[in-house]
């Protein structure tokens, strides 16, 4: 008996039985993963005022905290509003001549390296030696120092930045011999700078 | 013109016809993948190359996506476009296919390249001859001719599919 060949509507109902695959996910991330990347202003949120009023208070800060200076005179105190009951009245303090401040080295690199906010963990230290024609009254005082430090954490340079300069030189003998722990971004041992107190504590009289 | 929004919907709304028609025409899922990231990432780059005059978007994608089926093959020298009426072998019943789907996919993967995009555009798709003509670039004639001798092909290959022959026996 000869065999009925299959009518279109039978072969297209056939035909079906091979059913459609959709799109895998990882298609999203391959097409829009390269795509021309949004510019950064259409990605601010809200209207282009409110971009533009963000954009400006970016600005302004990053003007305070870098462009600065850092010995630059703070500015007067805004005039505030007078409180309900007035303050007593301070009787005014002697003037004293301001004290010669430590000059900032030029070497010290203030933007390409930011100083983390951080303190370092001291592993070594080697206490610095107490200059004997340095006046007792500096016994006490204190040194402030920049240094950089290795990815081994042994100290690279240091720089002093405020205290007393008679001090200066002993100060960085003994800091250049100190170790730390080094820093890790990601895992990597990095380079990093810190500003760190070196205090000369006067040694116990011997017996 | 399109912007960043009608791409992202023109995505949302034709990515798995285009992902399938691709999938359906080399038979290779990372084939497919492929070529239904360069269809989207050609209208990403020249959204202007779409002119709604000529036809809807999902023509345009499914046509896009065709010239770069032939183009990959073209590079791997798999097809050579020749004229689709050439004679062709007559595809025979897989005795190898272990369920319908599969002796179905390897019959219409059987078939000559012009024709099997014919058959998955007008069968799988949905297209209209005039629609698939627009997107094969051909006259709607060669579209009915090319459709008739796939459906001939198809049903010598899925016969035994109508007679109740279930593809699991032919492996005993």
């Known amino acids: 008996m000869p065999e009925q060949a299959m009518t279109d509507q039978e072969l297209s109902k056939t035909l079906r039985e091979w059913k459609s695959t959709p799109a895998p996910e990882t298609l999203d991330d391959r097409v829009f993963a390269r795509r021309v990347p949004t510019p950064w202003w259409e990605r601010l949120p809200g209207t282009p005022v409110a971009a533009f009023g963000a954009l400006a208070g970016v600005l302004i800060v990053w003007s305070l905290t870098v462009l600065a200076p850092r010995d630059a005179p703070k500015p007067a105190p805004q005039p505030t509003p007078a409180p309900a009951v007035a303050a007593p009245i301070e009787p005014p303090t002697p003037i004293t001549p301001p004290r010669p401040k430590a000059v900032r080295p030029k070497s010290v690199p203030t933007k390409s390296a930011p100083v983390n906010p951080a303190q370092p963990q001291l592993l070594m230290r080697v206490d610095p030696q107490f200059p004997a024609d340095a006046p007792p009254a500096l016994m006490s005082s204190t040194l402030k120092l920049y240094i950089h430090v290795g990815k081994d954490g042994h100290v690279i340079e240091a720089i002093p930045i405020g205290g007393e300069p008679a001090l200066y030189a002993v100060a960085i003998e003994a800091v250049r011999q100190w170790l730390y722990a080094p820093e890790f971004q990601n895992g990597v041992p990095v380079e990093a700078y810190y500003e760190i107190n070196v205090s000369f504590q006067p040694r116990p009289a011997k017996r | ?172």
Not at chain 2, 45 to 53: G, I, Y
Not at chain 2, 139 to 167: D, I, M, Y
Request: with cysteine; hydrophobic share 40%.
């Open chain 2, 1 to 172: 013109m399109l912007n960043q929004t009608d791409l992202r919907q023109a995505f949302d709304d034709h990515k798995h016809a285009v992902y399938d028609f691709a999938l359906r025409m080399t038979g290779t899922p990372s084939t497919a993948e492929d070529i239904s990231q360069d269809t989207f990432l050609e209208l990403l780059r020249k959204p202007q190359s779409f002119d709604p005059a000529r036809g809807t978007l999902r023509v345009f994608l499914i046509g896009v996506a065709r010239n770069l089926v032939y183009r990959r093959w073209r590079t791997e020298q798999r097809f050579i476009p020749t004229d689709d009426l050439d004679d062709t072998p007559a595809i025979l019943p897989d005795p190898n296919a272990s369920t319908i789907a599969e002796t179905i996919r390897n019959a219409v993967q059987s078939l000559p390249p012009l024709q099997r995009e014919a058959v998955l555009l007008f069968e799988y798709e949905g297209f209209t001859l005039e629609e698939i003509a627009a997107i094969a670039n051909v006259e709607t004639g060669t579209v009915k001719s090319r459709l008739h001798r796939a459906r001939t092909s198809l049903r010598l290959a899925l016969a035994p599919l109508q007679n109740g022959v279930q593809p699991c026996l032919n492996k005993l």
